[in-house]
């Protein structure tokens, strides 16, 4: 079993920054890729960012290159999604998922979810 506990949502304006933090808790925590998706209301959960476990490879939607950076810290076994230069377009609820080895960008692919945090960014 895994569970993820994602923080650091809230408010922030429009061009500010804002660090989302994924704790990952498994037996075998160096075997899953993370994926950072997103979900604003009336639309479908997008792909934001992914890295996979055990290699360093790291995925991004258009959107949120350059603006965005995905990291690990495998001594504390958790994932960050640096969010900068933020728009009012990234309001979302923000998700981490978790799947074997690899990450891919289809939230059908991941096994297992955080609770999701609430990410503002006014204009």
């Known amino acids: 079993q895994v569970q993820l506990v994602e923080s650091g949502g809230g408010l922030v304006q429009a061009g500010g920054s804002l660090r989302l933090s994924c704790a990952v808790s498994?037996?075998?925590?160096?075997?899953?890729?993370v994926g950072w998706f997103r979900q604003a209301p009336g639309k479908e959960r997008e792909f934001v960012a992914g890295?996979?476990?055990?290699?360093?490879?790291?995925q991004y939607t258009d959107s949120v290159k350059g603006r965005f950076t995905i990291s690990r810290d495998i001594t504390k076994n958790t994932v960050y999604l640096q969010m900068n230069s933020l728009k009012p377009e990234d309001t979302a609820v923000y998700y981490c998922?978790?799947?074997?080895?690899?990450?891919?960008?289809?939230?059908?692919?991941?096994?297992?979810w955080g609770q999701g945090t609430q990410v503002t960014v006014s204009s």
């Open positions: 998922a978790a799947r074997s080895v690899i990450a891919t960008v289809r939230s059908n692919d991941y096994d297992y």
């Open positions: 498994a037996r075998t925590s160096s075997m899953y890729a």
């Open positions: 890295i996979s476990w055990t290699i360093p490879s790291t």
